[in-house]
């Protein structure tokens, strides 16, 4: 049984633009990857609504999520880490341009794999997504601003940090797009497009 923990933010979590709820399992990226797989994988889900790296704004429900991830790990000791983590980051108070956010991204593995080591366990393989790109026009993107063209600019950054610590990579940004009214999350027909590439990448990674 191969452990495969998915760490992301509001779109692993599942968040519906058309309602704000939470998408079904079946509806979900991680929920259909498991399907996908089959039952040779385990698949875990880690979604936070406003999780982002390092930043917290708590008044506007962002949260750091680095104290999560060494959590879950710990907890869970996958074989494989999926993490999707980055358009919370490009909230405008942060201030952060594309290669800060990658560089914190960078930081979280590295601080990942020297957590594992000092708790000799062994540290997942990593599968680096690069998130969607953020739609400016989009009602939810508002509390964005700004952010559209910096999130297009992630992905060439996050596949130079995959690359330096030897992790897998996919900019989700080339193979689907945000809701247009909501301009930050994924609908269900986005989730399982998403979910099918990256289970036909982690076969090809592992």
């Keep these: 049984m191969i452990k495969v923990l998915c760490f992301g933010d509001s779109n692993t979590w599942g968040y519906s633009p058309k309602n704000g709820q939470r998408l079904p399992l079946d509806a979900r990226w991680p929920g259909v990857l498991g399907n996908l797989l089959g039952d040779h994988f385990q698949v875990i889900e880690e979604g936070q609504p406003g999780r982002t790296s390092y930043r917290n704004a708590t ?3 962002l949260q750091r999520g680095i104290e999560a991830l060494l959590e879950k790990v710990s907890q869970q000791q996958p074989q494989w ?5 980055g358009t919370n980051d490009l909230y405008p ?3 952060l341009s594309a290669e ?6 960078q930081r979280m593995i590295v601080e990942l794999r020297t ?3 000092s708790l000799q366990i ?3 393989h990593v599968f680096v997504l690069a998130p969607p790109t953020v739609n400016n026009n989009g009602n939810f ?3 964005f601003r700004g952010a559209s063209e910096k ?3 992630l992905a060439k950054h996050y596949q130079v940090v995959a690359k330096s610590l030897e992790c897998g990579f996919l900019d989700v940004g080339k193979l689907v797009m945000v809701d247009p009214q909501d301009g930050v999350h994924l609908n269900g027909a986005e989730h399982r497009v998403l979910a099918s590439a990256v289970a036909a990448k982690l076969r090809q990674l592992i």
């Design 59 to 61: 008044e506007f429900g």
């Design 81 to 85: 880490l999926v993490v999707m983590l």
């Design 93 to 95: 108070a942060f201030e």
């Design 100 to 105: 800060q956010v990658a560089a914190n991204l």
């Design 115 to 117: 957590h594992c080591l």
């Design 122 to 124: 062994a540290a997942p």
């Design 141 to 143: 993107a508002k509390y």
């Design 151 to 153: 999130s297009k600019q």
